[in-house]
């Protein structure tokens, strides 16, 4: 069982890789109770940028685009962070997976997130990544977790779950995702099946 992890940061440290890290924990926890356990891959698109432009203008990628765009494919689940810029995903976290064939996203299971300086950015999860994720024909999870500045070290109240819990909903859901579809698989009919398995999470 693979669990690739893509992350759009451009920094180090940055605050995309800090999230991407926390709900890889959370989805590899989730799965271990579950009786699983998945090998974890991360792609950082900062080090692949210049591989990146290279293979939008010759159509060709070099080895080591070649070997995260392979990773990505035969993923049996994704965990995609990307900061906003412009009120939008990066063109880096664009650009890859424009040059990812349109179909071999189809029924993978992905959890998507954002990190942005305030939390007036957060809907880019559902006006900009998620649709990007349907087009591909993935699976994405219900629980979008989008970080602004003031959500680290913050617990939420009790009208909104604060980061942390928002971490946990999102791994609990893909881990649900993964365990319900066929390991290293990619059938079309199941897409269906695993709405179906997500309809019936209960969370505690």
Do not use: C
């Given at each position: 069982?693979?669990?690739?992890?893509?992350?759009?940061?451009?920094?180090?440290?940055?605050?995309?890789?800090l999230l991407a890290?926390?709900?890889?924990?959370?989805?590899?926890?989730?799965?271990a109770a579950r009786g699983q356990a998945p090998s974890i891959e991360v792609v950082e698109l900062r080090e692949l940028a210049?591989?990146?432009?290279?293979?939008?203008v010759t159509g060709f990628p070099p080895p080591r685009l070649s070997a995260a765009i392979n990773a990505v494919t035969a993923a049996d689940g994704l965990i995609v962070v990307t900061p906003v810029f412009a009120a939008s995903?990066?063109?880096l976290f664009k650009s890859f997976f424009d040059v990812i064939d349109p179909?071999?996203?189809?029924g993978k299971p992905v959890l998507?997130?954002?990190?942005?300086?305030?939390?007036r950015h957060?809907?880019?999860?559902?006006h900009a990544v998620r649709p990007l994720f349907a087009y591909l024909r993935a699976v994405v999870v219900p629980t979008g977790v989008f970080a602004a500045s003031e959500d680290w070290g913050s617990g939420g109240d009790e009208y909104t779950d604060g980061l942390p819990g928002r971490v946990r909903r999102a791994g609990v859901?893909?881990?649900?995702?993964?365990?319900?579809?066929?390991?290293?698989e990619q059938p079309e009919d199941d897409v269906a099946d695993l709405e179906r398995q997500l309809a019936d999470l209960r969370f505690d």
């Amino acid at each position: 069982m693979r669990l690739i992890v893509v992350s759009a940061g451009l920094s180090t440290p940055s605050s995309t890789r800090l999230l991407a890290d926390r709900l890889t924990e959370a989805a590899r926890d989730e799965l271990a109770a579950r009786g699983q356990a998945p090998s974890i891959e991360v792609v950082e698109l900062r080090e692949l940028a210049g591989d990146i432009a290279d293979h939008l203008v010759t159509g060709f990628p070099p080895p080591r685009l070649s070997a995260a765009i392979n990773a990505v494919t035969a993923a049996d689940g994704l965990i995609v962070v990307t900061p906003v810029f412009a009120a939008s995903y990066s063109g880096l976290f664009k650009s890859f997976f424009d040059v990812i064939d349109p179909e071999a996203l189809s029924g993978k299971p992905v959890l998507t997130a954002a990190t942005g300086g305030t939390a007036r950015h957060s809907l880019v999860l559902e006006h900009a990544v998620r649709p990007l994720f349907a087009y591909l024909r993935a699976v994405v999870v219900p629980t979008g977790v989008f970080a602004a500045s003031e959500d680290w070290g913050s617990g939420g109240d009790e009208y909104t779950d604060g980061l942390p819990g928002r971490v946990r909903r999102a791994g609990v859901e893909l881990a649900a995702l993964i365990a319900a579809r066929p390991v290293g698989e990619q059938p079309e009919d199941d897409v269906a099946d695993l709405e179906r398995q997500l309809a019936d999470l209960r969370f505690d």
